[in-house]
């Protein structure tokens, strides 16, 4: 299949990446490479064929509404790479 | 075109937190407010390798509240991840449901001004809410995670609503049968119960529909019922001046009292369900489900309809009453012990709900037995005590939830009943006071009333008033 | 025999006889570490101090004469997908390079509770992203058996560092193949277990419906005992079988005789490296000589499982994945002028190429439009090839494969070519697609004395099946030409 440039530059969107003009050169490449490739699963007339979500036949996997005690905000914090108040901090969000 | 030439079509989500004691995937306490990041633990803010573990209590939670909406349950139900880049949204994608939502089809009777309909329930599903952004002063936006992980059902219904009063009928009984069921507090101050509006208007007799806005995350029936007001004129004045409407979510500024396109959110977006791997299906069996039924109360139209037919009250009477489970259960068992459901009712309404502020009228934390309200209210029929005795004892009993009987006993405060005594009392005052009695039998039949307030004042209101007014006549009918 | 040379359950009952102490072995190992490791580059963390100071407890408590378990003091290292309190775990990865986790995965849990010693965090490729370990943001690992070439992937430092004597054992994870390709690589045995039978609990995410730890050992012996230590049930894992588990030590050593092995043409054609294929044959004499039936069996759907293994894992990476972004942990880029801005640069500067393909072709195939003849049909694939899998299982106790098409390539060799990369996995992602067991276990060497690895895939929770058979195998055959260089 034929992937675009301009295909390439909305999926880099949806996913946040911020790709050069380079890189989508090169990732247009890649992916109707690979596309292509995985294409082969089309081939298949396999539409009646009931799709695996799991692979094991497990249901009702329920935990009991009880209360385990939080984590230490500051052990919670620990990691975030800008934090102020008790909170973890990103650029101000215009509504 | 005229604005009323043009018809509103709205359909609804509605987002209500579940009370259960622990976050939907992991055991956080699930509680309003509170320090932040405080209610937090690896799971809840989407730490990498952890893994989400189903609530058991909500998926019995909204089972509740989908049969207790007529809805039908999915016996095979899934989890789907919805994906989306947003910091409330720390794993970058919610946990919700896509295709098999716990139930779907129910619905939901309202009555606007008399005039009864039915709206449609597409479905009820579970999901994750979001943390909270806190845009105040300083550089950044901060995010507080305690809300984050809190069990959601989301009901989305039909778009059935042609005007901003079923809305709110709808948001009232909605609210009032998740109360009932007992699944949510649906406190709309606290954000528990939260509303999204699309909204589109088309010339009336028009068939398709037109292009809708979306009204997102409003927690006031008010500012609701404004925003739709607005929203819908907004529409109409932009199609009227030849310009088309853009599909877009809006948000409702209560300042200005206008709605106003969100930047944040207005990009196209594609969330890519799929299932989630992560967790497995949910089958719900029919014994389940007849469990469940069972366990639900019965919901306040069914016990309006009752209270009507059974209990002889009145229709604003018993909407007051059953708005509240709690209240109605109240009532009910009041009733049981009482000679007069009409009196028990205006008791309620009168006494208990001026001393109960909004909260606690809603959750119906009536501090009494129900019982000792019947009770009381049989003193009154069995002539023990008048009905300004009543109050007297009343607020002694919400003070000292003691017995009324026993109010009455210990502060001696039966009426006198006794002929004899009130009798020969009747006769000093009739005596005595050859005023009024000159007047009623000259004709002036009120002059009877300061008779009867000199027998009160003799008695200190424990005659029993019927009494002294048949002894009153039955003097001056002899003197005539 | 130098100590670090000596199998787990040879360290195990030397500590448990307190003919060792803990401490004397650990250091052994911290030792060939500090000698090796600048030309293996297996790990990315060595954590000695914690490693010492957990040796020197548990040699407190056999003093004491307290009953631990049977791998208390056994120095292992773990790859570094998984979460360890109070140590970095990188995932290979720039975008956390500075990642404390502030809880421990399960299988770490595990192992402080078997009072094991954990000497560091080894190398992958990033995000379990590859078949080389070439995709690590950190360094390339290299082969122990030849320095010049891959040690596989991605697990690759797992599987070196048993290889080059780094480890008395080691635990990878294998998404597609990622323990089993470098367990045959570089010599050693590599297993993945069932679905579910080994918690994810901390497991950092490449594809959660296929991704499972598993351990790289020496022999089957010790990987017996490595599997009793990470199995089990885990209610913080809601893919977690709920079942009994059983002692794998009792697999070792049952009578093989009459069992049914299957083996599928499709992997011994096209290629398949010659000296590969006749590796395999030559294991299938020796399975023979056992006393176990081998037949040529045909599996339709081998060509079909790379592309729909490639679209699950990517599409499940690309949500995955999503959570990298900057704010709550991890790397965060230096400018950005608001907010999405910040997702870019921080996910363009902190994912390395391989990560941004799969996170591109998941997030394609998963959106709107492109979900059903994609993902949809993937999953639809994974339903056939577990139904042929399970027809084969009616008939046979295991199926046989090679673990690999070739032998370890050279680094830098395939790098420019992703399809080419993915080939490598042919053999091992149906094993995935499918949930099931499967061990590789070294059969012999090339011509350039490189290890060649077959592999044995078992049904559902028959992992003892697959010992009982590996470990007989391990017993009966002849390595004619292994050499591993002199480090
Ligand atoms: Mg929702
Ligand atoms: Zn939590």
């Known amino acids: ?95 | 075109m005229s604005y009323n030439d043009y018809e509103i079509v709205m359909g609804l989500e509605v987002h209500s937190e579940l009370k259960t004691k622990t976050k939907i995937f992991c055991g956080c306490p699930n509680e309003f407010g509170g320090e932040t990041n405080t209610h937090c633990c690896p799971i809840c803010t989407g730490m990498p390798g952890t893994l989400p573990v189903l609530n058991g209590t909500v998926v019995e939670y909204a089972l509740r509240a989908g049969l207790a909406t007529g809805c039908k349950i999915n016996m095979f139900s899934k989890q789907d991840r919805k994906n989306y880049f947003y910091p409330d949204l720390p794993k970058a994608y919610q946990i919700s449901q896509f295709d098999l939502p716990l139930c779907y089809a129910g619905e939901v009777a309202i009555e606007v001004d008399g005039k009864p309909s039915l709206i449609g329930l597409t479905r009820i599903h579970i999901e994750e809410d979001a943390g909270k952004l806190l845009h105040e002063a300083g550089e950044g936006s901060l995010i507080d995670y305690n809300r984050c992980g809190v069990p959601l059902i989301e009901i989305v219904s039909e778009p059935d609503f042609r005007s901003a009063g079923e809305v709110r009928a709808y948001l009232e009984k909605l609210r009032s049968i998740l109360l009932y069921a007992e699944v949510s507090d649906c406190k709309m101050n606290e954000g528990s119960f939260r509303c999204d509006v699309n909204l589109s208007i088309r010339p009336k007799g028009q068939k398709e529909l037109g292009t809708r806005t979306e009204m997102k995350n409003m927690n006031s029936i008010n500012f609701i019922v404004k925003a739709i007001d607005y929203e819908a004129k907004r529409q109409a004045q932009i199609i009227d001046g030849g310009g088309v409407i853009i599909q877009e979510t809006r948000r409702w500024d209560e300042g200005k009292g206008i709605t106003v396109a969100m930047r944040s959110k207005s990009d196209a977006h594609d969330y890519r369900y799929f299932p989630e791997p992560d967790l497995m299906p949910i089958i719900t069996t029919e014994e389940t489900m007849e469990k469940i039924k069972a366990s639900l109360p019965v919901m306040p139209d069914i016990r309006k309809a009752l209270y009507l037919k059974e209990y002889g009250i009145t229709e604003y009477d018993a909407d007051l009453i059953v708005a509240s489970r709690h209240v109605a259960d109240f009532f009910e068992v009041a009733s049981k012990t009482a000679k007069n459901s009409k009196t028990v009712a205006n008791w309620i309404i009168t006494e208990i709900f001026s001393r109960l502020n909004e909260d606690e009228k809603e959750e119906g934390k009536i501090p009494l037995k129900p019982e000792s309200l019947g009770e009381l209210v049989n003193l009154i029929e069995d002539g023990v005590i008048n009905s300004s005795t009543a109050k007297e004892v009343f607020a002694d009993m919400w003070d000292t939830r003691k017995a009324p009987a026993l109010i009455v006993e210990e502060k001696g405060l039966k009426q006198i009943s006794n002929d004899d005594e009130l009798k020969s009392m009747a006769q000093e005052v009739i005596n005595e006071n050859t005023k009024p009695v000159a007047d009623f039998l000259s004709g002036i039949e009120a002059a009877i009333q300061s008779l009867m307030g000199q027998m009160m004042k003799r008695t200190k209101g424990k005659a029993n008033p019927g009494m002294v007014i048949s002894l009153l006549k039955e003097i001056l009918g002899g003197m005539k | 025999m130098a100590l670090y040379q000596l199998k787990a359950h040879v360290i195990s009952a030397l500590i448990q006889n307190k003919e060792m102490t803990s401490e004397e072995i650990t250091k052994a190992f911290l030792d060939r570490i500090e000698a090796v490791e600048p030309k293996i580059d297996a790990f990315i963390t060595i954590s000695s101090e914690e490693a010492l100071k957990q040796a020197r407890a548990v040699d407190v408590k056999i003093a004491r004469g307290e009953k631990l378990s049977s791998l208390a003091g056994v120095p292992i290292a773990i790859k570094d997908n998984m979460c360890t309190k109070g140590i970095l775990t990188t995932c290979g990865s720039k975008i956390l390079n500075n990642f404390i986790p502030p809880y421990n995965a399960t299988v770490v849990n595990k192992i402080h509770a078997a009072d094991m010693v954990i000497l560091g965090k080894l190398n992958m490729d990033e995000f379990a992203m590859g078949s080389s370990t070439e995709n690590s943001y950190y360094k390339v690992t290299k082969n122990p058996w030849n320095l010049k070439r891959v040690p596989g992937g991605s697990s690759g430092g797992s599987a070196a560092a048993v290889a080059a004597d780094m480890a008395a054992f080691t635990l990878g994870s294998d998404t597609g193949g990622s323990i089993r390709q470098p367990a045959h690589y570089c010599g050693v045995v590599g297993m993945k277990p069932t679905y579910g039978t080994v918690s994810r609990y901390g497991l950092v995410a490449f594809a959660s419906s296929l991704d499972q730890i598993g351990p790289l050992t020496k022999d089957v012996k010790d990987m017996a005992l490595a599997m009793n230590l990470i199995m089990g049930h885990d209610p913080m894992d809601s893919s977690s079988a709920p079942i009994d588990y059983p002692d794998f030590s009792k697999s070792i050593g049952e009578d093989v005789r009459g069992m049914r092995v299957a083996l599928p043409k499709e992997f011994l054609g096209e290629g398949i490296q010659k000296e590969v294929k006749e590796s395999v044959l030559s294991a299938v004499r020796v399975l023979e000589g056992l006393g176990m039936v081998v037949e040529e069996v045909s599996m339709a759907l081998t060509d079909i499982a790379l592309p729909a293994y490639y679209l699950i894992s990517s599409a499940e990476a690309s949500s995955n994945l999503a959570r990298f972004d900057g704010v709550k942990y991890g790397y965060r880029a230096k400018e950005y002028d608001d907010l999405i801005d910040l997702y870019q640069q921080t996910r363009d500067e902190g994912f390395g190429d391989e990560v941004k393909r799969r996170i591109m072709l998941g997030t394609y195939a998963l959106s709107s439009g492109y979900y059903d003849a994609y993902y949809k049909k993937a999953q639809r694939v994974r339903t056939l090839l577990k139904q042929e899998f399970s027809k084969l299982f009616e008939s046979y106790d295991l199926v046989l494969t090679p673990t690999g098409p070739t032998t370890a390539f050279e680094i830098g060799a395939k790098v420019d070519n992703p399809i080419e990369m993915y080939l490598n996995d042919i053999i091992t992602v149906p094993v995935n697609i499918a949930g099931l067991p499967a061990l590789s276990i070294n059969s012999g060497f090339d011509q350039n004395k490189m290890p060649i690895g077959i592999q044995l895939i078992g049904d559902t929770l028959k992992e003892h099946t697959i010992l009982k058979a590996a470990y007989a195998y391990e017993q009966a055959r002849e390595l004619p030409g292994g050499v591993l260089v002199e480090l």
């Open chain 1, 1 to 95: 299949m034929k992937i675009t440039k301009e295909q390439v530059e909305h999926v880099a969107k949806l996913a946040r990446l911020n790709l050069t003009e380079e890189e989508k050169i090169s990732f247009t490449k890649d992916m109707e490479a690979i596309i292509s490739f995985a294409d082969q699963i089309n081939d298949l007339d396999i539409d009646d064929v009931k799709p695996t979500d799991h692979v094991i036949p497990i249901n009702n996997v329920f935990r009991p509404d009880v209360v385990v005690p939080p984590m230490d905000r500051e052990l919670l914090l620990s990691n975030a790479p800008s934090q102020e108040n008790g909170c973890f901090s990103v650029p101000k969000i215009v509504e």
